[in-house]
């Protein structure tokens, strides 16, 4: 009797450097998702208003009701590092005023850290949790190629603005 000897072939996986770069670029775009992004006498600071939902929300037909929307403003010194943020719930999507009310209080904000200069920042990965909402900039890198993106990624949160390389300041949505 013939034994027959398989061979077996070991799959070479390349192990990566899957590292963010400390400092995360992000480019300032008038009248888009990054239209309030600058610096100020402090530093630099991300300003928005966005819709979020809380951890584990379950979303309906009526998901209105779901989003809450906030206004924000995140402060970071002149190397990137997060120095405060201020968040503040407005109310619910379906609430007609909650974006009104987001919008002037961000203004206001920005009014009181003024004067400011609409431009490129540079950040480093920070996180904050406000409502069981998750707000900062969070490393979500992976080496898993079953993921629809591999390598170095940042995730702004809860804007869902996605950083990669080739760290330019522009991002994915």
Known sequence: MLRMRRLCTLKAVKIRDVRLPEVIPIKYEPGYRT?????????????????AYREGAV????????????????RFDDTGQHLGSDVLFAGVRADGDAVERADQTV?????????????????????????????????????????????????????????????????DT
């Open 35 to 51: 239209d309030r992004i600058g610096r100020y006498a402090g530093g630099q600071f991300f300003a928005d208003v966005t819709g």
């Open 107 to 171: 203004t206001g904000w920005l009014s009181d850290i003024g004067p400011v200069t609409f431009c490129d920042i540079a950040i480093r990965p920070f996180r904050v949790d406000v409502d069981e909402v998750v707000f900062g900039l969070i490393d979500e890198t992976s080496d898993d190629p079953e993921q629809s993106r591999s390598g170095p990624w940042a995730e702004l949160y809860p804007q869902r603005l996605g950083f990669h390389e080739p760290w330019n300041g522009e991002y």
């Open 59 to 74: 979303l309906g037909d009526d998901w209105r009701q779901e989003q809450r929307i906030y206004a924000v403003l995140h």
